[in-house]
C-alpha cells in the first residue's frame, strides 16, 4: 500500500510510483527538472519502490494464563476479548488521567499475548501490569532479551511464504528444533496494516528470515521517512508524556470505544464526547531541511516539528499544529513556515480512518 500522502498523482506526469518531495508529481511539474530528478532520487528509495528493511530496537511483554485477554480486557484501551490467536491489534496503556504509558502491537498466540513496545519501557509496563493481576490467572514478563524485529516494507504488499494475506495477522513459526514457538528459537510473521512484514522472534531466526529475503538493508533515516509519509506516530517523537492519544490521531487505529472500563477511559470518553483538542498531528511536505523540535508557524500561531526526514529537495515531517477550536481543522489553508522553509500540511494522521465502537455510548 502507497502512503496516503502520495494521493494526488497526475498518471500523464509518471508513471506510479515516483513522488516529488514525498507527493505525487503534479500537472504543472510535467516536465520541471525538479520532478525529473525526483523520478532517480524515488526509485532509489528504500522501502518504497524499492523494497528493504530495517532493524528496529524492540520491547516485548508476554502475558499468560488462563484469564490473561479477560485481564487485559480491562488494562489496554482496545478490544481484546474475543480476539483469536493470529489475530494483531494496536493499543495503549494509559494512565487514570488518559495519558500513555506505554503502547504498541499486541500479537495473539494460542500460549499467549505478546506486547509489542517500545523498549524503554517495557520494564515499567511489566511491573504495573504484573501489579494488577491480583487473583486472575494472568502472569505477566518483560521478555524483551528474547526478541529481536525487523520491519520489511515496499510500495506493495510483500509477498512471503508463511505470511497471511490479511493486515494486522500474525503467524507463528517453530525454530530449528521443531518445537511449538514460542518454547524455542521461532519467531512470528506479521503482517503490518500497510501490506509489509514485521519478523518477530529470536535473533538467529529473525536473521535467517531476512537473508532469506535478498533485500538491501535500510537506514534508520529510511525507516522515519516511511513511517512520516504512512502516518503513523512513533515513542517518543511523538507519544509522550503530556500528549493526548486524541491529538495524535490514535483513537481508529487503538482506541475501542464501547468497550468496558480501564485505566484512562474516561479522559478518552469525555475529550471525545464533549471537547475538542487544542491541536492536531499533521504530515507535513517542506521545502528545505527542518528538525524535530522546530517551531512551526501557520496563520501567526505556533506548533512544533516532533518528527522529520530529508525527502529529496526538501522535507516531510509530522509537526502538532494548533487547530481552529470552532471547527477542530488546521488554521488557514494549511500553509505552514519552519523559520524561512516554506511548507504545507499534507493530512491529519488519523483522518478518515473509521472509529471503532464510535456508534456506541463511550
Known amino acids: ?65 488462563g484469564d490473561r485477554q479477560h485481564y487485559l480486557q480491562q488494562m489496554l484501551s482496545q478490544q481484546v476479548e ?7 491489534a494496536d493499543f495503549l496503556f494509559l494512565d487514570a488521567k488518559g495519558v500513555a504509558q506505554t503502547g504498541g502491537r499486541m500479537v495473539i498466540h494460542a500460549e499467549a499475548v505478546l506486547l509489542v513496545v517500545p523498549c524503554e519501557t517495557s520494564a515499567a509496563a511489566a511491573e504495573t501490569l504484573a501489579a494488577r493481576t491480583f487473583l486472575m490467572d494472568a502472569k505477566v514478563a518483560d521478555v524483551s532479551e528474547e526478541f529481536a524485529l525487523a520491519s520489511v516494507r515496499a510500495a506493495d504488499p510483500i509477498e512471503q511464504t508463511g505470511a497471511r494475506d490479511q493486515p494486522m495477522t500474525a503467524v507463528p513459526h517453530p525454530g530449528d528444533g521443531g518445537d511449538p514457538w514460542p518454547l524455542a528459537g521461532g519467531g512470528m510473521v506479521i503482517r503490518d496494516r500497510s ?85 492536531g498531528l499533521f504530515v507535513l511536505d517542506l521545502d528545505g531541511t527542518v528538525a524535530a523540535g522546530d517551531e512551526v508557524t501557520v496563520e501567526g500561531k505556533t506548533g512544533q516539528i516532533t518528527s522529520a526526514a530529508p525527502d529529496h529537495e526538501g522535507s516531510v515531517a509530522l509537526a502538532l499544529l494548533p487547530l481552529d477550536r470552532a471547527t477542530g481543522e488546521v488554521l488557514g489553508n494549511g500553509a505552514v513556515a519552519v523559520g524561512d522553509v516554506p511548507g504545507r500540511v499534507v493530512r491529519r494522521v488519523g483522518a478518515g480512518l473509521a472509529q471503532p465502537g464510535a456508534t456506541a455510548t463511550a
Open 1 to 65: 500500500m502507497l502512503p496516503p500522502i502520495m494521493a494526488d498523482c497526475d498518471p500523464a506526469c509518471t508513471p506510479r510510483g515516483t513522488m516529488t518531495r514525498g507527493r505525487w508529481p503534479r500537472p504543472g511539474d510535467r516536465g520541471d527538472a525538479r520532478c525529473i530528478a525526483a523520478l532517480a532520487w524515488a526509485a532509489m528509495t528504500l522501502l518504497f519502490r524499492k523494497p528493504g528493511w530495517v532493524r528496529r530496537d524492540v520491547g516485548v511483554i508476554r502475558v499468560s494464563g
Open 82 to 88: 474475543g480476539l483469536a490467536a493470529g489475530e494483531v
Open 195 to 279: 501490506g509489509g512484514l514485521d519478523l518477530l522472534g529470536a535473533e538467529d531466526w529473525v536473521t535467517a528470515r531476512l537473508q532469506g529475503l535478498g533485500l538491501p538493508e535500510a537506514s534508520d533515516e529510511d525507516w522515519h521517512r516511511w513511517r512520516i509519509l504512512n502516518a503513523e506516530p512513533d515513542w517518543p517523537h511523538e507519544v509522550a508524556t503530556g500528549r493526548r492519544p486524541q491529538e495524535l490521531g490514535l483513537l481508529p487505529t487503538h482506541v475501542h470505544l464501547s468497550k468496558g472500563c480501564y485505566p484512562g477511559q474516561e479522559s478518552i470518553a469525555k475529550m471525545y464526547n464533549l471537547g475538542k483538542p487544542r491541536r
